[in-house]
């Protein structure tokens, strides 16, 4: 019998059947040797094997609403985000009227807040403070980098480097648009994973959970073809010394990507030396008999981390159950090139431009050698992002900076935080104008009690300290600054960008000559949201919008009617004089498609009191109005009471300009 222990397999052969299996770590008899692979990899399994290796006094952390125990806090966080857990406490949400004045989606954050209560009470409160999800609510995101040390002195990787983030290119891409992958995290040349482990990929699906360790042999300068392992410098006695040195390479999958195709010739079984795995066989202990390897091909087994079109390349290296060795994929002719990268996006963005590989892989390198700042796993939310902002770079614009008086953009910011997408006319002056809350709210941002930060009209430029960039709070903007490479000056373009990312503005797309594209930009806009990815855009347009073309999922600021909920009409007012006002709400009751003609421009200046019928003396109308308004007698019989006393009824009429020519 095999001892059941952290290094052994609990898997052992059947007495009664030489092909059952029994699992003295489930307790589960009678396994048909075709199914044993698959409990291993069941759940069930996994966590008795965790249990094994856990320390006895490990913090475990409770979901009250699902009654489940979790040993860390990432399984804490992904059981939070999954599915189930939120079919859970839709089951408790109180059936009271506090419910129904708020929306679903913050009652969700605070149940999920609530049910992440800790067991061990001698937690310390920065463990209390790391195991809470933070929710932002504008984004209703996390945003949760995790960090790693690379490896030091790796010179094998280091030769290794160009293969490796080819590979990483067209992995991270295929697996973020894989929609039964909820997420996942890429490193590379990790020091938590020693040898075995160039390429480390955990991913998470709506059910489990599985991590990958790719090892990787890029041996071009070899014939292509092989006849057996070691003609790709693949010695298993040596993989299993590396293998072995892991804590849990039980629960691990273990994959060789090399460049090489297999012969004919290629063995169907070979053996291994025990003795030359090191530690794994005790020095007292007699020389073993040699361990049987079968080698056979795999066509359906983690296809989606096949590199190749060919799924025949994939081999399964399945020493014998006896020998407490875990099982070794091998991938052949694994080799990324530029125009497979570009096929996997063309199957859903036929548009794309044909340096976007060059431009994604450039992304990846400097993400492998912690230019981005510093070394952090990649997850799906950075490869969507990324792909949305490469797809999108052709369309953008650049933003404008105008000396305006400033104002309060509070009703302004609130609709813009609750729309996807704000469609705007080519109008003089729109983007300047458009820009001015983006401008105060970067100035803001950055601006400090020592030191207010101020954006050259001239330079468009903001000169930043290191000790005023240590003090910035938001964890958003000080990552995506690093990315974008942070030094003392920072264009505008750059804070516009690094702010985007960060959800606080929108992005600036101009499609004044790419009309032909529109349908285009807005499924990337739909799906970056459909992944989770919830940006705010700005689309500048000269033809007005079919909203059937317009995707289910994003909100459209194209008039005030689409965010009219959003807005107090009470308050949203046109004056006459100094004293008296028409407000949206009371026109409406007149004209009940007032709110159809009142374009996101005049809207932004209806609240910063820009549209109005004073006329200083020796000035203009401040703002010149292309809707009308249709008033009742009562309104027009008190704006004439209003302008009594004008000189002439000429200049009273002009006052009147914009609202309705036939007002009189």
């Not at 330079?459 to 995506?480: C, E, G, L, P």
């Not at 209806?606 to 009562?634: A, P």
Request: charged fraction near 30%; proline fraction near 5%.
């Amino acid at each position: 019998m095999v001892d059941v222990s952290v290094s052994a397999d609990p898997i052992v052969l059947s007495t009664d059947d030489p092909e059952r299996r029994d699992c003295e770590l489930c307790g589960i008899k009678y396994i048909h040797i075709n199914d044993v692979e698959k409990h291993i990899n069941s759940r069930k399994h996994k966590l008795n094997q965790r249990k094994l290796t856990e320390p006895e006094a490990q913090n475990r952390y409770n979901c009250k609403d699902c009654n489940k125990t979790l040993t860390s806090e990432e399984f804490l966080r992904r059981h939070v985000e999954s599915k189930s857990h939120k079919k859970e406490v839709e089951k408790h949400l109180p059936k009271i009227e506090e419910y129904k004045e708020k929306t679903q989606s913050i009652w969700m954050q605070k149940w999920q807040l609530r049910s992440m209560s800790i067991i061990d009470s001698t937690m310390s409160p920065s463990k209390l403070d790391e195991a809470t999800v933070t929710i932002n609510e504008a984004e209703e995101e996390t945003f949760d980098r995790k960090k790693y040390k690379v490896r030091s002195d790796n010179l094998a990787f280091d030769r290794l480097e160009p293969y490796v983030y080819s590979l990483v290119s067209y992995l991270s891409i295929r697996l973020a648009l894989d929609p039964n992958t909820t997420d996942f995290n890429i490193s590379v040349n990790n020091r938590n994973w020693p040898t075995f482990g160039d390429i480390i990929v955990e991913q998470t699906f709506s059910d489990k959970f599985v991590t990958y360790a790719i090892r990787c042999k890029n041996i071009s300068e070899t014939p292509q073809t092989i006849d057996n392992l070691k003609d790709a410098k693949i010695f298993l006695e040596k993989e299993y010394t590396y293998v072995t040195q892991h804590k849990n390479y039980s629960s691990t999958t273990f994959l060789i990507f090399t460049t090489c195709n297999t012969s004919s010739k290629f063995p169907e079984q070979i053996e291994i030396k025990p003795e030359l795995i090191k530690h794994f066989i005790k020095p007292s202990e007699e020389t073993p008999p040699p361990i049987k390897v079968k080698i056979f091909p795999m066509t359906k087994k983690n296809y989606i981390l096949n590199v190749s079109t060919d799924n025949d390349n994939v081999f399964l290296m399945s020493p014998e159950h006896s020998s407490g060795l875990p099982p070794i994929y091998l991938y052949t002719n694994q080799r990324s090139y530029p125009h497979s990268i570009n096929d996997l996006i063309k199957k859903l963005f036929p548009n794309l431009k044909p340096e976007f590989a060059r431009q994604y892989k450039n992304y990846i390198e400097n993400w492998a050698e912690g230019k981005l700042g510093g070394n952090y796993m990649l997850s799906k939310k950075d490869v969507i992002l990324k792909i949305g902002e490469l797809l999108l770079s052709p369309y953008t614009i650049l933003p404008k900076l105008v000396n305006f008086k400033s104002g309060n953009f509070d009703i302004w910011n609130k609709v813009i935080n609750n729309t996807d997408v704000v469609i705007i006319k080519n109008e003089p002056f729109i983007l300047s104008k458009l820009c001015e809350p983006f401008n105060q709210l970067i100035e803001n941002s950055l601006s400090t009690v020592e030191e207010k930060f101020k954006i050259d009209p001239l330079t468009k430029i903001v000169t930043m300290s290191d000790t005023a960039f240590n003090k910035i709070s938001d964890h958003q903007i000080k990552a995506y600054l690093l990315e974008e490479g942070f030094c003392r000056d920072f264009h505008l373009t750059i804070l516009y960008k690094v702010f985007w990312k960060a959800g606080k503005i929108s992005l600036l797309i101009s499609l004044e000559d790419n009309e032909d594209c529109k349908d285009y930009i807005l499924d990337v806009i739909s799906y970056m949201k459909q992944e989770g990815v919830r940006k705010k855009f700005m689309l500048k347009t000269e033809t007005p919008f079919e909203f059937t073309s317009i995707p289910k999922n994003l909100k459209v600021f194209s008039c005030l009617n689409d965010v009219k909920e959003l807005v107090n009409l009470d308050l949203l007012k046109i004056w006459v004089d100094r004293k008296y006002s028409l407000s949206a709400k009371d026109i409406c009751k007149t004209d009940p498609f007032f709110l159809k003609w009142v374009t996101p421009s005049a809207f932004f200046d209806m609240i910063m009191e820009r549209i109005t019928m004073i006329k200083e003396e020796g000035t203009k109308m401040d703002v010149q109005t292309d809707f009308k308004i249709i008033l009742d007698d009562t309104d027009r019989n008190k704006i004439k009471s209003s302008l009594y006393g004008a000189e002439s009824i000429p200049e009273s009429w002009d006052r009147l300009a914009g609202i309705d020519p036939v007002l009189f």
